[in-house]
T-cell receptor, first 111, second 114 residues
Framework: QQKVQQSPESLIVPEGGMASLNCTSS?????YFWWYRQHSGKSPKMLM?????GEKEEGRFTVHLNKASLHTSLHIRDSQPSDSALYLC???????????FGTGTTVSVSP | NAGVIQTPRHKVTGKGQEATLWCEPI?????VFWYRQTIVQGLEFLTY????????DSGMPKERFSAQMPNQSHSTLKIQSTQPQDSAVYLC????????????FGPGTRLTVL
């Protein structure tokens, strides 16, 4: 069973719209959460990280973390065609350790 | 900064042959991670090194797979007697040592076992 669950599996968002992605860990030992973005044919690149309860915003991207429920979410506002990609959530047991990835959410932004 | 370098980018082997994959981490990074990615299993952790020492190999198949880091500038992943189920993109990542540092991924080596 996948220890990091992501939903939805795929998402179609109109250009300029909001995309909301969810991620939950079933492993209670993890405490660091990461969001990576992987464009087709490319390697994953870190988008955002969050380690404390609450919210973090960087440009059009906002992440939330609830450590009690081990749930994190990523929100993309004003979605652009270049945001079309596979979004991977990862968790780790502390920093500087192995990342446990979910299976990802494929986001397609339609012009 | 050239980023993480992986060679070869593509490798095709016959069943039962050996494959050696190379990774050169970003200069100054002291942690090196190996992952593999398939459509079915997604992105899976294999093993990692910190300051060249093996730290965690809990994701490595116990038979046929081995990894080394003989110096700070490169790591190798060796797969003996390759099987079709080993076909995947093998990704190497590196980072500084410490809690908040992100892992930077290389372009990957696509291994195809016929």
């Amino acid at each position: 069973q996948q220890k990091v669950q992501q939903s939805p599996e795929s998402l179609i968002v109109p250009e300029g719209g909001m995309a909301s992605l969810n991620c939950t860990s079933s492993d209670r030992n993890v405490d660091y959460f990461w969001w990576y973005r992987q464009h087709s044919g490319k390697s994953p690149k870190m988008l955002m990280s969050i380690f404390s309860n609450g919210e973090k915003e960087e440009g059009r991207f906002t992440v939330h973390l609830n450590k009690a429920s081990l749930h994190t979410s990523l929100h993309i506002r004003d979605s652009q065609p270049s945001d079309s990609a596979l979004y991977l959530c990862a968790a780790s047991k502390g920093g500087g350790r192995a990342l446990i990835f979910g299976t990802g959410t494929t986001v397609s932004v339609s012009p | 900064n050239a980023g993480v370098i992986q060679t070869p980018r593509h490798k095709v082997t016959g069943k039962g042959q050996e494959a050696t994959l190379w990774c050169e981490p970003i200069s100054g990074h002291s942690a090196v991670f190996w992952y593999r990615q398939t459509i079915v299993q997604g992105l899976e952790f294999l093993t990692y090194f910190r300051n060249q020492a093996p730290i965690d190999d809990s994701g490595m198949p116990k038979e046929r797979f081995s990894a080394q880091m003989p110096n700070q500038s490169h790591s190798t992943l060796k797969i003996q007697s390759t099987q079709p189920q080993d076909s995947a993109v093998y990704l190497c990542a590196s980072s500084f040592t410490g809690a908040n540092y992100e892992q930077y991924f290389g372009p990957g080596t696509r291994l195809t076992v016929l």
